[in-house]
């Protein structure tokens, strides 16, 4: 169960993302639509663990180790936005998010 601390920082971490990835993906993610799916921060706020999608992009596995290496980029990009809101940025652990394919194929299996 989270508290009601936990969920606020996680919207603000969910969308304060996804306009950090919206700016980096021309240069530095193969031009992939990468879409923050979810956030969830541990009870200390010292972690945050962050599902992602990623489309336009033949391999989706390709993109999340390039995301994975400029973890400490993004992090920095997050606390510039967050400054005011957060004394210590989370440290950011990122996932891909595969529900969407799981949600499609289980449809097409249904039809």
């Not at 999608?53 to 290496?69: G, H, Y």
Request: net charge positive; glycine share 2%.
């Amino acid at each position: 169960m989270e508290t009601t601390r936990q969920n606020k920082i996680s919207r603000l971490i969910q969308k304060d993302l996804s306009e950090i990835f919206q700016h980096l993906s021309r240069e530095h993610f193969k031009n992939a639509m990468i879409t923050v799916t979810g956030v969830r921060v541990s009870p200390d706020l010292s972690i945050a663990k962050i599902a992602v999608s990623i489309f336009a992009t033949k391999d989706k596995n390709e993109i999340l180790p390039l995301i994975k290496a400029k973890k400490n980029e993004i992090r920095f990009e997050l606390a510039h936005k967050v400054g005011k809101q957060l004394r210590v940025v989370p440290s950011l652990e990122f996932f891909l998010d595969d529900s969407l394919d799981y949600i499609e194929n289980i449809e097409n299996l249904l039809k």
